[in-house]
């Protein structure tokens, strides 16, 4: 097994997030791209775990995939409380473009 | 090459083409189905590295959960069904920085790396897992698990109706 | 195992994939017509209308395959796939007997299993999406809503089973298993059924498709051969929901005797037991309002499964 292979794939992600984070305008399209990040280094911090302890006896066991763990488990509070507030800016200001929130209220038809 | 290579190899090429529909597509429910399919092909490549509970993790909390929770909030906010044309901020410096973000970590990690190739080294099971995280990880686990609980709160204050705006 | 060994035994799943579906279904259809007093499913072909199914498939086959011109093609017609395929992979890891009797004995089989029916609700979003209708869309809100709730009760009930096993694997979680955690387990038993039911969108709990508010929910823009297998799927999802709560509650392949050469035969009985249950509360149950709904879920079998996990957690460690 190669470990360039996911490595270069986890970098190619990470700069698609990165390219997405920078160009979307619409939040919900904005958080896809925060996802396609932390999916990026969840897939570095998995290939180093399983390549690197195969190299160094002394690492800890499995450091790299508990660490993957925690950041979905975050990944999952991040896009809870992420879209609770697009929904909500949405209700108030009736659009979910980042770069434009009108100050005055504009209530979104229900 | 091994087939293990192959299998990665064409893994990485969906998740890399999937990743790109997502941040260039102009319509809104597709860009969440190719996340489903770059989260898949991602979850795919754990699976051959040996970390299958990560790749049943990540199939059960990304494509079962926080994408259809995406796709569910795409489809409050009233999206179109045919392309939209206001997703985007003009300009390249987003594709620019991107890209130069990416090649240059890649170009890095081939660097660092060659092609050089390493044994698998025990799977990654459930029970190892298990026991790494209620060995080791004790304490980040639980302060984990406060976090989980501050954010379940917070969601439901913020998209609570009614109430002080 | 070898290459070949492999492709029979998910030859063979496939078979069972393509025919256990059609006896539920045609067993759905006797059950119904007998506890309705319904007439109709009782002519085709004679003798206590055998042929109903078949002449139900040459009609779908006949319609015509319609995309509405406002849809979203290719999501259109990949949705009922996507609707399938969780299903029959989940099917790879059910065992049917003891020892080597399941297609491919996974360690972590449940989480597995749980993860791969999540994948489900994402065929639903596209139906609904794509169709280009209102009530294609105001279904798939519903149902989005309605599976991520269900999954939690569901996932905490089966955790319990889990943790009284002490294993992850479906097979050994049946070899763990003893008659008297039908009474330790019932709770659980109860609200994974349940839940279950609402995963699979089955009456009671088909909100989402609703015929008498939304026309037919996520599915109304579907005709033919799609529809037929939107169909399809939800009777895979019976018997993959019966094979589940088979296995981790029921006990799998132990029967009051010969375990060990009738196995099969038991998991089978039990399977259709349970499917047959799930037409019964078709025919005698009235369907949920949206907010009882959700209210059942979140007030009710949350709070039950989270019980039932303390109550698994304290008999494990005392025993």
Redesign the interface.
């Known amino acids: 097994m190669h470990p360039v292979l996911p490595f270069v794939t986890a970098a190619l992600l990470f700069g698609l997030g990165v390219a997405g984070v920078l160009r979307r305008r619409h939040a919900i399209l904005l958080l896809m791209a925060v996802e396609l990040m932390l999916n990026a280094v969840n897939l570095l911090l998995i290939t180093a775990d399983v390549t690197v302890r195969a190299t160094l006896a002394a690492a800890t066991p499995y450091a790299g995939q508990v660490l993957a763990l925690f950041v979905v488990v975050l990944a999952a509070a991040e896009v809870g409380v992420g879209l609770a507030i697009v929904l909500r800016l949405y209700r108030l200001r009736a659009t979910v473009a980042v770069d434009d929130v009108p100050l005055d209220r504009v209530e979104a038809g229900r | 090459?091994?087939s293990?290579?192959w299998l990665?190899?064409a893994?990485?090429t969906v998740?890399?083409a999937a990743?790109?529909r997502?941040?260039a597509t102009d319509?809104?429910?597709?860009?969440?189905?190719h996340?489903?399919l770059?989260?898949g092909a991602?979850a795919g490549?754990?699976l051959?590295?040996?970390?299958?509970?990560?790749a049943?993790?990540?199939?059960?909390?990304?494509?079962?959960?926080?994408?259809?929770?995406?796709?569910?909030?795409?489809?409050?906010?009233r999206?179109p069904?045919?392309a939209?044309a206001?997703?985007?901020?003009p300009g390249w410096?987003?594709?620019l920085?991107?890209?130069?973000?990416?090649?240059g970590?890649?170009a890095?990690?081939?660097d660092a790396?060659?092609?050089?190739?390493?044994?698998?080294?025990?799977p990654?099971?459930?029970?190892?897992?298990g026991a790494?995280?209620f060995r080791?990880?004790v304490l980040?686990f639980e302060v984990?698990s406060v976090?989980?609980l501050a954010?379940?709160v917070?969601?439901?204050v913020?998209?609570r109706?009614g109430g002080r705006? | 195992m070898s290459l070949a060994e492999l492709g029979l035994r998910v030859a063979l799943v496939v078979v069972a994939f393509l025919t256990l579906p059609l006896v539920v279904g045609q067993a759905e259809h006797k059950v119904m017509a007998h506890m309705q007093g319904r007439l109709g499913p009782m002519y085709a072909g004679g003798f206590h209308g055998w042929a109903q199914l078949l002449a139900d498939g040459v009609k779908f086959a006949q319609k015509e395959d319609l995309i509405p011109r406002g849809a979203d093609g290719p999501v259109f017609r990949l949705a009922p796939a996507v609707a399938l395929l969780p299903y029959l992979v989940v099917l790879l890891v059910i065992p049917l007997g003891p020892g080597d009797l399941v297609a491919q004995p996974l360690d972590a089989g449940l989480f597995f299993a749980l993860a791969v029916l999540g994948v489900g609700v994402v065929s639903l979003l596209m139906a609904a999406w794509a169709s280009a209708n209102k009530y294609s869309l105001l279904g798939g809100l519903r149902g989005a809503a309605q599976l991520l709730g269900y999954e939690l009760p569901l996932v905490l009930s089966a955790a319990s089973v889990a943790m009284a096993a002490g294993t992850l694997s479906l097979p050994g979680i049946v070899a763990a298993w003893r008659p008297w955690w039908l009474l330790w387990q019932l709770p659980a038993l109860l609200v994974f059924f349940t839940a279950a039911l609402a995963e699979i969108r089955r009456p009671p709990f088909d909100m989402p498709i609703a015929d008498s508010e939304l026309v037919f929910g996520y599915l109304t823009e579907y005709t033919g051969l799609r529809f037929a297998l939107f169909l399809l799927a939800e009777y895979v999802g019976i018997v993959v929901v019966a094979a589940l709560t088979t296995v981790l509650f029921l006990g799998g392949w132990k029967g009051p005797f010969a375990d060990a050469s009738l196995g099969w035969l038991w998991t089978l009985l039990k399977v259709f037991a349970v499917s047959f249950a799930v037409i019964w509360l078709r025919v005698a149950t009235p369907r949920l309002r949206e907010d009882q709904l959700q209210r059942l879920c979140w007030q009710a079998l949350v709070p039950v499964a989270l019980g039932q996990l303390v109550l698994t957690a304290a008999v494990v460690t005392a025993t």
């Open positions: 090459m091994t293990a290579d990665l190899a893994l990485g998740a890399v990743g790109h997502v941040v319509r809104l429910v597709r860009a969440g189905l996340l489903v770059c989260l991602v490549m754990y051959v590295l040996t970390a299958e509970f990560l049943w993790v990540q199939v059960l909390i990304y494509v079962g959960a926080v994408v259809v929770l995406l796709l569910f909030a795409v489809m409050l906010t999206a069904v045919g939209a206001d997703l985007d901020r410096t987003a594709p920085v991107g890209g130069a973000a990416g090649l970590l890649a890095l990690l081939v790396y060659r092609w050089t190739a390493v044994a698998p080294a025990a990654g099971t459930p029970e190892a897992l790494a995280v080791s990880w980040p984990v976090l989980l954010a379940l917070g969601a439901i913020v998209s109706p705006r």
